[in-house]
């Protein structure tokens, strides 16, 4: 009989319970107790919808990030926090956001540093690792979720991130190798094996889906190393890789001394048939069959034929799952009661996925025969999307053929642009801005919750939005920043503003998805050809600049974040669905340059997390992904001022792929890692001018001038004075107004500073 399992549910609930949960605790609003109470009954919520799996997971939820989870579980936690006051709750607010519930007022310590997982668009809290680090497991709080699951009566399967891929995604304080911790981290999992061997579980689960990179022989060796050191234990191991292949580690993970090995069947489809051999007749070969990082129906009948010859080869040794935890889903598909009835019937949300995993799991076990039903929906329901007018365009077909390589050039080098840029806006030394968003208040959400509901009309909400414009661009004026932005009132999102006006998208009322902690966002779903039917922005932008004699920046979302943060199309290739929003958004461009917007912001946050997770498929994709950018950005004149946003990513390995993208000005995140992210800047002259964030919009506190101004003379040891910007880290939309004004006072306060001081240094050189 085949096996089914989960490796991971959405844990933010069908309603964003978690979210709402977290951020009335961190307000103070509500107790802790009721905080974790919330989370027991989402929990329990959860494991209720996967009952019909033979194993569910335990100890995939998180009240922040699972990487913060196992660094506290490990015992393996900062020691700028260890003897703070407080419980192991408050620091672990502390580290997650640089404080804890009980701290609101003032400043409380620097938040963990925070990076994208992997390939996707979820954010982790990084390890660190330095010579004071320590590692004094406790296991509590897993050993608490399953005894929850276990008095349900469910087959309980602990999830935990594994040694190897802990390791990888921590980073070196100190300069150290990584590597040196094997022995320690090696001796906190055994002291955590021990621990869960006394609840009776059957099988557990390690995700190390680090071994789908790129490793080195020091990096394999290591990793049969410590299994090797783990294999006393008297529960079965299931070692869990996924978003990738393995290619020359497969081998290495076939041969670990553990019980099986999840395999995604997605991405590794073709490294099947080689790992049936090299795990032999013992072990359990688990395979992702169900893609858990996007949202249409899998193809069930072509599923099964490939999957029968397996299963009669294997027979119970096969394992039915995900590609990945569900995470990177939405809850469950039944919560859309707004979604065209056709484009629904060709979707699939976590709830149906693991009822796709049970029918595959069913006629595997009892023949096709005994689903024939769901068999026969499931293929309509592929055959219409298939042969949908509504999915292919020839007009927008035809437009993508005519792109040229002219196109993504700009009419002079940028050497040349800046000369006449800084005649044209006569900006200061160190210009300040902001990155685009300002809050959204309650009164803007409760604005377009009536507009939503045709509870306001069309004539009072843009009257509403105005007024909320006008008073970002007042208190930018009154704060003294040199370049605004209009605040982004109307928009609900980056990516789903968009995603809501271009035909070939579509949009769920309920399909949220965790990024980080209780930030959550609503991924648009491309499902046809991408064309842009008219403005989107200008409007917005020209209002904006009519209310002050400053520069006002157009803010747009470039073409690649706008296609990795959106539930992209399968049917044809990421590439030409990019190419299609790049012209998109060049007509957009020119659109606000026409209309007198000299200034334009096309963000590219998402540029490195679509990177292929190996090295050598990395040039591909950067070919397309950098041409696409520069075709929706290069169609102005050298006086336009293009800039691009990046946050929250180790960009230091694509430098020279950011600089192709011939951005005037490019503004990054370095405030949480302590302008470390400037590093590559003492080997790589960046011709351009840059903006490395300064505030960590991501907590609360409130940077000090001081900070600001030490952040700022880092940057001026690799980049010249004169071609930096200050600016935040990201946009400001999820801080409050009190937390804004006297954050972005100081950096404009710092500003000066920093000028006088450049002045000072002139006049003592003269």
Not at 497 to 509: I, K
Not at 569 to 595: G, H, K, M, N, P
Not at 659 to 681: H, K, N, P, Q, Y
Request: net charge negative; hydrophobic share 40%; proline share 4%.
């Amino acid at each position: 009989m085949v096996t089914t399992h989960n490796l991971g549910f959405p844990r933010i609930g069908k309603k964003r319970e978690l979210k709402v949960a977290l951020e009335s605790y961190w307000q103070g609003k509500s107790s802790q107790a009721k905080l974790l109470a919330t989370a027991a009954e989402l929990r329990k919520s959860h494991w209720q919808q996967q009952s019909a799996l033979d194993y569910v997971p335990v100890g995939d939820f998180s009240l922040y990030d699972q990487v913060l989870d196992m660094s506290f579980m490990l015992g393996h936690i900062p020691s700028r926090v260890r003897d703070l006051p407080g419980d192991a709750l408050d620091n672990y607010f502390r580290v997650a956001r640089g404080r804890s519930a009980n701290e609101r007022e003032s400043c409380c310590v620097s938040a963990g540093e925070m990076t994208k997982w992997f390939d996707t668009n979820y954010h982790y809290i990084v390890p660190e690792l330095d010579a004071e680090a320590t590692f004094t497991p406790n296991a509590d709080s897993l050993i608490q979720q399953i005894d929850e699951a276990q008095a349900l009566g469910l087959s309980t399967k602990p999830v935990i991130i594994g040694p190897l891929t802990y390791l990888y995604l921590a980073k070196s304080k100190d300069g150290g190798n990584k590597l040196d911790g094997v022995p320690a981290i090696i001796n906190a999992y055994k002291s955590l094996i021990d621990t869960l061997a006394k609840t009776g579980i059957e099988w557990l689960q390690i995700d190390e889906p680090a071994l789908v990179t790129e490793m080195d022989a020091q990096w394999q060796a290591a990793a049969i190393h410590i299994y090797q050191q783990l294999q006393s234990r008297p529960f079965k191991v299931l070692v869990a890789t996924y978003f990738g292949q393995l290619q020359d580690n497969l081998k290495l993970a076939c041969e670990l001394p553990v019980d099986g090995l999840h395999l995604d069947a997605i991405n590794a489809k073709s490294e099947i048939e080689q790992a049936i051999a090299l795990l032999g007749n013992d072990k359990v070969l688990s395979l992702g069959v169900i893609n858990g990082r996007n949202i249409w129906i899998n193809d069930l009948n072509a599923a099964l034929d490939w999957l029968e010859p397996i299963h009669q080869r294997i027979g119970d040794r096969l394992w039915l799952a995900p590609s990945c935890s569900l995470l990177h889903v939405p809850v469950d598909l039944d919560s859309e009661q707004k979604l065209d009835h056709d484009i629904k019937s060709w979707l699939c949300f976590a709830v149906q996925k693991l009822e796709e995993i049970s029918t595959l799991a069913y006629a595997l076990n009892n023949g096709r025969d005994f689903v024939a039903g769901a068999l026969s929906a499931n293929q309509a329901a592929i055959d219409s999307r298939e042969s949908s007018v509504r999915v292919h365009n020839p007009i927008v077909k035809n437009a993508v053929s005519r792109v040229n390589d002219t196109m993504a050039k700009r009419q002079s080098p940028y050497a040349l642009r800046e000369v006449e840029q800084r005649k044209k806006f006569n900006l200061p030394l160190y210009p300040s801005t902001t990155i685009g968003s300002f809050p959204q208040t309650a009164s803007i959400r409760q604005s377009r919750r009536d507009f939503r509901l045709g509870e306001l009309s069309a004539a009072k909400y843009q009257q509403a939005m105005e007024e909320e414009v006008a008073y970002c661009v007042q208190q930018q004026e009154a704060l003294g920043l040199d370049v605004l932005v209009h605040g982004e009132p109307e928009r609900n999102d980056m990516v789903e503003y968009f995603g809501e006006q271009l035909e070939g998208y579509t949009s769920s009322q309920f399909g949220w998805v965790q990024s980080y902690g209780s930030r959550c966002v609503k991924p648009p779903i491309i499902y046809g050809d991408i064309s842009r039917p008219k403005a989107m922005t200008v409007e917005w932008a020209r209002y904006a600049q009519s209310l002050t004699e400053k520069p006002m920046k157009g803010m747009l979302t470039g073409p690649v974040t706008i296609l990795n943060w959106s539930f992209v199309r399968d049917d044809q290739s990421r590439a030409q669905t990019c190419l299609q929003l790049a012209l998109a958004i060049r007509e957009e461009v020119l659109d606000l340059e026409s209309a007198g917007i000299d200034i334009i912001q096309i963000d590219e946050a998402a540029l490195r997390e679509g990177l292929p997770l190996r090295q050598s498929q990395w040039q591909s994709y950067l070919d397309w992904a950098i041409r696409a950018f520069r075709i929706a950005a290069n169609g102005v004149g050298d006086t336009t001022q293009i800039h691009t946003h990046m946050c929250y990513s180790e960009f230091n390995d694509i430098i020279g792929a950011i600089a192709e993208m011939d951005a005037d000005v490019i503004t990054i995140e370095t405030s949480r890692s302590d302008m470390g992210l400037l590093d590559v800047f003492d080997e790589f002259h960046y011709p351009n001018q840059i903006g490395p964030g300064v505030y960590d919009i991501h907590s609360p506190n409130i940077p000090s001038v001081e900070s600001i101004v030490e952040l700022m003379q880092k940057a001026e040891q690799r980049i010249p004075a004169e071609r930096l910007w200050i600016n935040p880290d990201c946009g400001l939309k999820t801080r409050t107004w009190e937390e804004v004004l006297p954050a972005l006072r100081n950096m404009v306060e710092a500003k000066q500073l920093l000028v006088a001081q450049t002045d000072n240094k002139k006049l003592a050189v003269n």
